[in-house]
């Protein structure tokens, strides 16, 4: 099954996307574009009613864990003392644009 997709909707959506087709290309894509839009008819035809919705087919779940702080040993003002140059809790740095 085939949907009629005419040479100028090829151009339109040619130009849309910024690209420069030969004729020989045109009537390639017309075709195929047909074809494509022929068969997501036909998937559309089909009665999925008792169908459940598949979000993804691997069964990978998310893991969670508590976003908790780990102290490391090392404090604000230990790691500020490493620094070259601070000045108000902060660390120094050249410009850099």
Request: aromatic fraction near 4%; proline fraction near 4%.
């Amino acid at each position: 099954m085939t949907t009629a997709i005419s040479r100028d909707d090829v151009l339109h959506l040619a130009q849309l996307s910024n690209l420069q087709l030969s004729d020989d290309e045109i009537t390639a894509l017309q075709t195929d574009l047909g074809s494509i839009l022929g068969y997501v008819a036909q998937l559309s035809e089909l009665d999925t009613s008792g169908v459940e919705p598949t979000y993804q087919v691997t069964d990978l779940e998310n893991i969670w864990r508590q976003d908790e702080i780990q102290p490391h040993g090392a404090g604000r003002e230990q790691l500020l003392a490493l620094a070259p140059q601070q000045q108000d809790y902060q660390i120094k740095v050249p410009k850099v644009l």
